[in-house]
């Protein structure tokens, strides 16, 4: 079922995004026993713990994605997925859950990772993808989701607005809007990161990931949290939120120099903000906010350790130079891809 | 102990690329049963069977990459590796076995996928990598290289120009040329992807590989026999070389139109070519041969199939419409990544 994060209320599951109250939804079930697929090594390997039917998986089956280990940092390449971001984990789970329903078209309103990785997966999956974007966003990035066969809806005005108008859409023209801030099963895939974790290197003492709208970080969390609900594990970790200098959403705002590098966190108020609460205080974990000029020497010694990553993945690994880090162990995910799409080849 | 495949005799692992006779090497050891290590998701799976010790091998593990598949046809996704490209694999290996000789500097002559991965790892290895590449390649590219740190050495002339500047430094220096053409231990990486397609979908009756110099043909046939040797399977893929046309070293060269969009095969005279012509006739196989415009078709459908892969990687899910494919499994590797590397972010 779906339970909502606010008032309990509880739902089918449905493709619905909200509860009636406005609060964010979250799939709930219950696991008794963590029985990997062991003949497979994607995402396959859980499917026992996705709210989905095997035989509406989409075929680009995200990988278990490799963990390298750098000193006392364990690295979790999450940008080695097919469209170059983890949102392929949680693209990949909403997908099966359309087939399943019988959806053939959905409204969004993303131009980044998700925005990619919603075009590739519904254009072979025969769904319809209208996606709202900004008039500023950037030429090569609309030739880009075009050339996958999405159909953009461009609108003059700010981020706000462009959301609106697809809010307004979907209504008039009654196709699900399916905002992947706020689509529970777009979160049943990310969790699988921590599926992933616990198989390849245990539970670390702190997990540290770029937190936006919040898809990873809350999904990490739920994965940890079933496997202990499940009695798979008897500790949990510790969850650190790092936030971008001027979009801050759990950490203080702060005025001065804005982040503008790290741009797919560059979220000031995501929706399941007070998820996000609840988590650092459960896990006993924390927020770090990171500039701009860190990002980047951040991002420049990954790349030398040869990890070919976007700017957004640079936040974490920065934030662990906040932590006194003897004796400590840390998982940090690498995001994105430093590879770039082109839309011409 | 290494082998030399014209004239049988053999040498110690050490990193020799060719036999006195002048004839290519291979690494041959006797394995008695196939186990792969099952706690690791990435290339360590396969310690056993690399000629390489655990504690040497880079951090930066390449995964078992994922395989998808589409009607009669299973893709593997060589692309979604650390640097783009299958290449990672031959790296891996081989920088593990440099450090093992405590070898600090090498010498190279390409400026493809091998090449960067190369660069990458050595890198951050500390391995000083001294890159010949023509004064014709793109200044990108070059950019791109020296931005992980590697030594480009321009040279005015052609590849073969090129090749014998980088050996002659080789020479003068005392650093070793380690070309991935005839470097034995590059083929201990590749092999691995038989490896994994064996766990993954067991032994298909086709494997369908773009081919230039053979590293990925000759591994994938490598590791099949090995594990038909170790009695782990009972029968052996029929191994399809796919070339481009106009560079065809095992097909009948064409003098048509050449594919210069494969660029990554367009290797006219690959030193390995009598084990690859060995390979196809003891497997049953064939080779076939593609020109640029059905290239173009085939990456574009591959594209609106979700695979976001390099030209290069097109040439043998083309080849397949050559097939009367009733009843019959191909497994077709997709070797690059269509995502560009870039050397500014």
């Known amino acids: 079922m779906l339970r909502c994060t606010k008032c309990n209320r509880v739902y089918e599951e449905d493709l619905r995004i909200q509860c009636e109250c406005e609060g964010t939804l979250l799939v709930e079930r219950k696991y008794s026993s963590f029985a990997p697929q062991r003949r497979y090594f994607d995402m396959r390997r859980y499917l026992p713990y996705l709210p989905v039917n095997e035989r509406f998986l989409p075929y680009l089956h995200p990988p278990v994605t490799p963990v390298s280990k750098v000193k006392n940092v364990i690295f979790k390449l999450e940008y080695l997925h097919p469209t170059g971001s983890f949102k392929d984990r949680g693209t990949y789970v909403t997908v099966a859950k359309l087939k399943e329903l019988k959806i053939k078209e959905i409204v ?17 999956s025969n769904i319809r993808t209208h996606i709202f974007v900004s008039s500023n966003t950037r030429k090569e990035k609309l030739s880009l989701l075009s050339s996958f066969g999405a159909e953009l809806h461009i609108v ?14 979907s209504r008039e023209n009654n196709i699900p809007y399916l905002s992947h801030w706020l689509n529970p099963y777009f979160l049943e895939g990310t969790k699988t990161v921590a599926y992933e974790i616990y198989e390849q290197v245990g539970v670390p003492e702190y997990v540290v990931v770029p937190t936006g709208s919040g898809t990873l970080f809350i999904g990490i969390w739920k994965g940890f949290k079933e496997l202990f609900e499940m009695g798979e594990i008897s500790r949990l970790p510790k969850m650190i939120a790092v936030q ?21 966190i560059a979220i000031p108020n995501p929706p399941r903000k007070e998820e996000m609460f609840r988590i650092i205080k459960e ?11 860190v990002t980047r020497q951040a991002l420049t010694e990954l790349y030398r350790m040869g990890f070919i990553v976007e700017p957004t993945s640079a936040v974490a690994y920065a934030a662990l130079k906040f932590f006194e880090d003897e004796g400590k162990s840390f998982v940090v995910p690498l995001t994105g891809s430093g590879l770039k799409l082109h839309s011409s080849f």
Do not use: T
């Open 108 to 124: 969004i309103d993303s131009s980044g990772n998700a925005a990619i990785s919603m075009a590739v997966y519904s254009a072979f």
């Open 156 to 169: 003059e005005g700010d981020r706000m607005k462009v959301h609106e108008e697809a809010v307004k859409y």
């Open 244 to 264: 971008a200098k001027g979009f801050e959403s759990l950490c203080k705002r702060s005025n001065s120099e804005a982040n503008v590098l790290a741009d797919g």
């Open 283 to 293: 896990s006993n974990g924390s927020c770090i906010s990171i500039g701009e000029r």
